[in-house]
């Protein structure tokens, strides 16, 4: 029950006191007047009276209090003598008061229920204008005054369209008004500091009793952002549909979602995703069989050769066109799985025509809608890159096979004295042994050593043979556990004779702490082979001081094993690193490949080589090797699934 | 020829003296070995030698080095020159140091007997 508001309790106290006062002399009258009228009829103007000043008891209790004031004149009055006219009148004055009582309720709860509906149309946001049927307006909401920037004051009385300089389908509206008395949708209006706005908007068209129009009834919202936020989005949608389609690599859309539901159906709770996936293969290409295509770009188109759209959408995402390796999924699904947003990996494909692509595949899932239920899949093709590497092995493979027959080439001299050496002994004791036997006491014994060391010079003739053929065989390095000292040492035979010629002395100093090495022998001596060679060289000017070529074996941080060899000669010129350069030298005749070769030979194996200069003379290169053999894979080049 | 003529074999490589040892042994011969040209120079006694029988590649002082040395240190005996690496050039210049042989190895053991006979038999 509402109260009326403070500034007019004044007033009501008035109206009640009139009511009061009326009330006594309509009583007085009652008692004391010999008038046959209706009296107390006259009671109507009290009740009304309190109803104007307060709120229901108190109109109830007026009407009561009314009611009562008769019935005590009549009684006072007619007791004694109930007349029939009295009793008429009396009662006629008791319908009178209670009809307007009654009457003053109904219009205090309709009064009541008119403010409350006048406050929602203040509380809202939105505007709210009503206008009469010359579009004048009549009411301007709060909500009004703050979109339009006009007070209400300022706004009441004009009319709407040169305030606020609307434009709508005139015509529409009108038709709509007249046809249904409603109507809605968007129009433009100026706000009071100029801008433009977009509003949304409802009409009604406001009736009197015989149902004329005589105005309209609004409610608008101002839809500007929004209208802007729409186009921006739709805008940015349109980007990502040109970059889609456009992209120079394959992307495809697909819905992994019936793989997630698959996926955790199928595995225990509580275990690993990847060790699980990993131990259920077929699982993991059930999974993500069922991963759907549900667009694809241009270059998806091309790189798996189909020739629409439509052959490719729908499928999974591994379906005709094959993905060979299954560790891959595993991994795939198992990242999804333990929720990373982004998976990479090398992946190969089967296209159309059955060819194989080499790709390297990015997947990420986006956090729209349901989980996995928009991933994307970009590839890169990279069977090239993978050809041209191979290709690059193959070559590398090759050069240094050159180079080890060009270092062959150079070494022949040395090699073809070496193996004349030993002929040269067995020709001489074989003739000598005939000699002691073709005499008139034969000397067996002197005739059995000529045998041994015809013998033993075999084996040393062999023995170069044998590191001759393995330094020009052509194959695939391996690599196997070898005796460090044992490679050393057959390095240093081979270049020994090269050693004797330039006066050099080789020598090999281990402190034993290395006793095994893994790798491939003819590379290791190769690489070896070449660092004594250039040491031999850089001390050909050196006249000074002994020259001393030492191979020194130890052991290296990391578990690894170094060889190094210093020398001592004049030492390296400028940046050391440099020398590992290609087509460095500094001989006139050189091909300067040794050296850098021999660096992709120490790195393959899984060592590091580097060069510095002695304190005192000469340079040390030095390398170092695994001594461990973790697994003989370790040290081939497969083309690797990267991760 | 001498009962036992003293031939000297200069070579750096262990197994050749060894070798070419036994061999003149076989017939009859005296042999004493020298690791280096320097070596041979520091220990050989001028009266003791019937022949010299000298590698050509040898580091430090080659044959030839070696020849000449001899030469001029004025020598009684004749040298055989024997080498891997029969160059033209260094036959000329062993022939004009006045060897009294250039052998190429593998050295013919037979022939290189005959050889020295014939020479210590023409020598002093």
Redesign the interface.
Known sequence: MNQPAPQTSDRSRLLLLAAGTVALIIFAADLLSPLQGAVAVLYIIVVLLVAQARGRAAVMAAGAGCIILSLIAFAVGHLGAPVDSAIIRLSVSIVAILAATLLSLRDHSARTTLAEQARILELGHDTVIIRDANDVILYWNEGAERLYGWTRHEAVGQRCNDLLGCEFPAETVSAALEGHGHWSGELLRTRRDGSRMVLTSRWLLRRDPNGQGIGVIESSADITEQMRADAERLASEQRYATIFNAAGFAIWESDWSATRRFLFEEMPPESDPLTWLEAHPHIARACVNKAVIGDVNQAALEMFGAANKAELIGRSVIADYTVETEPVLARIVAALATDSDTVEAEVRYLTAAGSPIDTVLRIRVLPEGAPWSRVLMMALDVTERNQARANLEKTSAELAHAVRISTLGQLA?SI??EV??????????????I??LGRDIP?TP?AT??LQ?IVS?GS?AADVIARVRSMARKGTPEAESLDPVEVIEEGLALVAREA????VGISLASDDSVTEIVGDKVQIQQVLVNLLMNGIQSMRTVEDRPRDLIVKLGAAADGLARIGVTDSGTGIAGEPASIFEPFFTTKADGMGMGLSISKSIVEAQGGRIEASNNAEHGATIAFTLPTRSVGPSELSRPIETSV | MKESPIICIVDDDIDVRASLENLLRSVGMSVRTFGSAEIFLEEYNQSGVDCVITDLHMPGMDGLALQEQLNTLGRDFPVIMMTAFPTKSAHEQALRLGAAAFLEKPIDPDRLIEQLEGMLSDGT
């Open positions: 001299a073809a004295h004349n050496q030993p002929l040269t002994a067995i020709i001489n004791y074989g003739k000598s042994g000699r002691w000397n002197e050593a000529c060391h010079n040393r004797r010629a330039a006066n």
